[in-house]
Structure formats: structure tokens, C-alpha cells
């Protein structure tokens, strides 16, 4: 039954270091978790920002696309996720870091600058997701600027995966 019910649901994010993501055995550990749990493979999709060897995430992340896993660029526009991972990672989603998104309705270079990730990112193919969407107002700014997600507690608060789990 908990099967079905992840059938009804998005993608669960799981955020991985840069160092799990290049680690010599963290493929073969994925791969016996999705063998023993039987999740659905399509329904998981892992976030990385710093990422140490590129051409090995490049492997790890083009052998796991292969049976439905998907990828974000977390965190993009600060820190160490750059245009030079977009140019090159074979992700699907980038995360619009939430310190350009939180003040986006009363900062015209905040409101630019998610502007301006969001056209990049569908420019590569990419879809994207809004980080630390608090309100209805920033909800609705994004929806103008045709940002494709948010994530925050203005879209709903974090809460225990076994609650999603529990039957009706």
C-alpha cells in the first residue's frame, strides 16, 4: 500500500555531498537500496551544489538517469555551483538559491537575478525550482517570471515522510 501512495506523490529530493556523490562505492549502495526497498527509481531525485571530481558525477549521474533517477543543482547562483556545472552536469532541476528568492518582492536585483537564473536554466532544458517561497505575494512573482516549482513553508511546512506513509 505505502508503494501506492508514492505513486501519488513528486519526487522525494535527497540531498548528497559533492564527496557521496564520487565516492567509489556510493553507486553500488544506491543501487542495493533501491533493490532491497523496491522505491520507484523515478520518484527519487538526488541535490548536490559542491561537487569535487566533475567527471566522476558526470559518470554517477549519467548511469543513474539510465533507470529514472533525476537531479538537482542545489543551491545555484551562490557558494561553489557555478554556470560551469550547469554548462556541464546532465541534471534536470536547478535551485534557485533562497537568498535571491526570500526578499524578491521588495529587491529589484534579487527579483533580476532569479530572473535571470530561471531564463538560463530553460535556455539548457532545465526546469526550476524556487527555494525559500515563504507567501503568497513571492509565490505569485515566480509564477509572473514562469519559475517551474517552489519549495518552502509557504508551499507547506516540512513534515515526517512515515505521516505520507500512513494509510487513510
Do not use: W
Not at 559542491?50 to 538537482?72: C, H, P, R, T, Y
Not at 537564473?117 to 526546469?127: A, D, L, S
Not at 526550476?128 to 517570471?145: G, Q
Amino acid at each position: 500500500a505505502n508503494i501506492l501512495i508514492l505513486h501519488g506523490l513528486g519526487a522525494f529530493s535527497i540531498n548528497i555531498s559533492g564527496n557521496s556523490l564520487t565516492a567509489d562505492d556510493f553507486m553500488e549502495f544506491v543501487l542495493e537500496q533501491f533493490n532491497e526497498t523496491r522505491l520507484p527509481t523515478s520518484k527519487i531525485c538526488f541535490e548536490t551544489s559542491a561537487i569535487g571530481s566533475l567527471d566522476n558525477a558526470i559518470e554517477f549521474m549519467e548511469k543513474l538517469k539510465v533507470i529514472g533517477v533525476q537531479f538537482s543543482l542545489d543551491d545555484f547562483g551562490t557558494g561553489l555551483s557555478s554556470y560551469s556545472y550547469l554548462r556541464n552536469l546532465p541534471v534536470d532541476y536547478l535551485k534557485i538559491d533562497g537568498i535571491f528568492v526570500k526578499d524578491i518582492k521588495t529587491n529589484p536585483s534579487d527579483y533580476a537575478v532569479v530572473k535571470s537564473i530561471n531564463e538560463i536554466g530553460h535556455f539548457m532544458g532545465k526546469k526550476t525550482i524556487a527555494e525559500f517561497v515563504e507567501d503568497d505575494e513571492v509565490l505569485e512573482i515566480l509564477r509572473e517570471i514562469s519559475v517551474d516549482f517552489a519549495q518552502g513553508y509557504g508551499i507547506g511546512k516540512k513534515i515526517p515522510i512515515t505521516e505520507l506513509l500512513q494509510d487513510e
